[in-house]
């Protein structure tokens, strides 16, 4: 059986490196002189590896998505494990406004998928960045960098200069999955892979880690979505 994979070169990488995203999406990242007959033999190698990936419990199927969803009066918009209607109305400030509801002004007709999508990064940086910050003084760990950014397939990650950053997107996943992804890459600067000790720290310091698993995979292709 033939493996399909994307191959993602950059200059500044030394090694060659295989990831298995949530959607089961295999991932080569790959130094700029790699051949293509080197990528095709690494990934031969790691076939047995990969197989028990894409078949992994974490990982969700690429579920129809439902059709059409616009930012229009009557339609919803997920925040916070919660869904909220929206509704188009002028607002004092002349942005969007929330209030157990997305109030959207109509000036912002063209482009409300942006405006709301900005509205959310926003949401993620005040409310996601303090949620960090305590959990790190819990863990008793030191971040060098939080950030909130746009990565359509890591809920967030962990470098080895004790930099961590958050999908936007989680701001829309309620807020216990968004502190056990939060501790989950914080427990990296600790462990940094998944041994039992990893999913202990975890554990200890977010106790409702399997259901936040659950919530993910149940629903985590939810959050993907533009609203």
């Given at each position: 059986?033939?493996?399909?994979?994307?191959?993602?070169r950059?200059?500044?990488?030394?090694?060659?490196?295989?990831?298995?995203?949530?959607?089961?999406?295999?991932?080569?990242?790959?130094?700029?002189?790699?051949?293509?007959?080197?990528?095709?033999?690494?990934?031969?190698?790691?076939?047995?590896?990969?197989?028990?990936?894409?078949?992994?419990?974490?990982?969700?199927?690429?579920?129809?998505?439902?059709?059409?969803?616009?930012?229009?009066?009557?339609?919803?918009?997920?925040?916070?494990?919660?869904e909220y209607?929206?509704?188009?109305?002028?607002?004092?400030?002349?942005?969007i406004?929330?209030?157990?509801?997305?109030?959207?002004?109509?000036?912002?007709?063209?482009i409300?998928?942006?405006?709301?999508?900005?509205?959310?990064?926003?949401?993620?940086?005040?409310?996601?960045?303090?949620?960090?910050?305590?959990?790190?003084?819990?863990?008793?760990?030191?971040?060098?960098?939080?950030?909130?950014?746009?990565?359509?397939?890591?809920?967030g990650?962990?470098?080895?200069?004790?930099?961590?950053?958050?999908?936007?997107?989680?701001?829309?996943?309620?807020?216990?999955?968004?502190?056990?992804?939060?501790?989950?890459?914080?427990?990296?600067?600790?462990?940094?892979?998944?041994?039992?000790?990893?999913?202990?720290?975890?554990?200890?310091?977010?106790?409702?880690?399997?259901?936040?698993?659950?919530?993910?995979?149940?629903?985590?292709?939810?959050?993907?979505?533009?609203?």
């Amino acid at each position: 059986m033939d493996i399909d994979y994307k191959i993602v070169r950059s200059a500044k990488r030394k090694k060659l490196t295989i990831t298995v995203e949530r959607d089961r999406l295999i991932v080569v990242h790959a130094p700029e002189s790699a051949s293509e007959t080197l990528v095709r033999q690494v990934v031969e190698s790691k076939r047995q590896w990969l197989f028990s990936k894409l078949h992994h419990l974490q990982k969700y199927d690429d579920l129809p998505r439902p059709p059409g969803k616009e930012v229009v009066n009557g339609e919803s918009a997920l925040y916070l494990g919660r869904e909220y209607r929206i509704e188009i109305a002028e607002t004092a400030s002349g942005a969007i406004e929330f209030s157990r509801r997305f109030i959207i002004p109509p000036v912002h007709h063209s482009i409300r998928l942006e405006v709301l999508r900005d509205w959310y990064v926003e949401r993620a940086n005040e409310r996601i960045l303090p949620r960090v910050r305590e959990h790190a003084r819990k863990l008793g760990v030191k971040v060098a960098l939080a950030s909130i950014v746009d990565n359509r397939y890591r809920w967030g990650s962990c470098t080895i200069n004790d930099n961590v950053s958050f999908n936007w997107r989680l701001i829309k996943a309620p807020i216990f999955v968004v502190d056990y992804v939060i501790v989950h890459e914080l427990a990296h600067l600790l462990e940094n892979n998944h041994t039992p000790r990893f999913w202990s720290i975890v554990r200890a310091t977010s106790p409702l880690m399997e259901k936040a698993k659950t919530w993910l995979k149940e629903h985590g292709q939810l959050l993907e979505q533009e609203i």
